[in-house]
């Protein structure tokens, strides 16, 4: 049971918008920054969003961040066949724990 | 460029140990640290611990403690993690990734190292 909680699945056909959401916790998202991280079949994770909504550099603007509360989502736009992946949400845990915590992940498919 | 690279695949047997390394090139090692995360198969991402490759601090997740050791070798840029006793729950792929502090982001990963853990 992951802490921060995320649809497993998701999908949209190719030119639409989807978001994942991801619910956490006044010791989590409530107080902490929001990272979102792609991962492609087979391979490691990838930095997709950092601080709640900023992009590192060569990570497409169809993706964007926003947090609010004790939740988060992770928005694509004009949806691409090699955005199917999984995708997690993580953030700093503040509790007795003092540990980062992920989402389960959303499997993405694009039909 | 910046990257990690693992060492290889790992069998082990149920009770032993297993060390698995990180070396960091493209980047001023000690001036970041690096976090272990793990997936077990078809499973999500689990967060190990951290160590700081500037003075050596360590932070495990609770989970882990008193069977888990990180540490660096700041002559070769390279992390290391050791997990001891392991279990048949430990079989999962184990990734380093960079972070500018404990609380920052994993913005460079290993390409992971599976290990494998059977009788």
């Known amino acids: 049971q992951s802490v921060l909680t995320q649809p497993p699945s998701a999908s949209g056909t190719p030119g639409q918008r989807v978001t994942i959401s991801c619910s956490g916790s006044?010791?989590?998202?409530?107080?902490?920054?929001v990272y979102w991280y792609q991962q492609l079949p087979g391979t490691a994770p990838k930095l997709l969003i950092y601080?709640?909504?900023q992009r590192p550099s060569g990570v497409p603007d169809r993706f964007s961040g926003s947090k609010s509360g004790t939740s988060a989502s992770l928005a694509i736009s004009g949806l691409r066949s090699e955005d199917e992946a999984d995708y997690y949400c993580?953030?700093?845990?503040?509790?007795?724990?003092?540990?980062?915590?992920f989402g389960g992940g959303t499997k993405l498919t694009v039909l | 460029q910046v990257q990690l690279v693992q060492s290889g695949a790992e069998v082990k047997k149920p009770g032993a140990s297993v060390k698995v390394s990180c070396k960091a090139s493209?980047?001023?090692?000690?001036?970041?640290?690096i976090s272990w995360v793990r997936q077990a198969p078809g499973q999500g991402l689990e967060w190990m611990g951290w160590?700081?490759?500037?003075?050596?601090?360590?932070n495990y997740a609770q989970k882990l403690q008193g069977r888990v050791t990180m540490t660096t070798d700041t002559s070769t840029s390279t992390a290391y993690m050791e997990l001891r006793s392991l279990r048949s729950d430990d079989t999962a792929v184990y990734y380093c990734?960079?972070?500018?502090?404990?609380?920052?982001?994993?913005?460079?990963w290993g390409q992971g190292t599976m290990v494998t853990v059977s009788s």
């Open positions: 160590i700081s490759a500037y003075n050596g601090n360590t």
């Open positions: 493209g980047y001023t090692f000690t001036s970041y640290g």
């Open positions: 006044s010791s989590n998202i409530g107080s902490n920054y």
């Open positions: 990734a960079r972070g500018r502090d404990l609380t920052d982001a994993f913005d460079i």
């Open positions: 993580a953030a700093w845990d503040d509790s007795l724990s003092d540990n980062w915590v």
């Open positions: 601080r709640n909504n």
